[in-house]
């Protein structure tokens, strides 16, 4: 029996880690779930042999400031509406 043993907790610590380094320097970026579900694809273009894993995506480059989606501004209510802190008195 062969058992094998992937270490999947850090993945989230380091795709953090990764997003907020590539901000800083002033790439965009996204997390994406479809390069798991499309990995065949993912595969071939970043020539990814069968026998590692993928465990997450993460689309980085720079943000095109005139691209029309990347001006939507959602309208939220106030976050003092929604939210209640407990414990946290001034």
Request: charged share 20%; aromatic share 6%; glycine share 8%.
């Amino acid at each position: 029996m062969r058992v094998v043993i992937r270490l999947t907790a850090p993945t989230g610590a380091m795709t953090y880690g990764l997003v907020l380094a590539a901000w800083s320097k002033g790439l965009g970026t996204v997390i994406n779930g479809q390069g798991i579900m499309q990995s065949p694809v993912v595969r071939e273009a970043a020539n990814i042999p069968e026998d590692q894993v993928i465990l997450t995506c993460v689309a980085l480059g720079w943000p095109d400031k005139e691209f029309v989606a990347n001006s939507v501004v959602s309208r939220r209510r106030p976050i003092e509406n929604v939210t209640r802190y407990l414990g946290f008195e001034e």
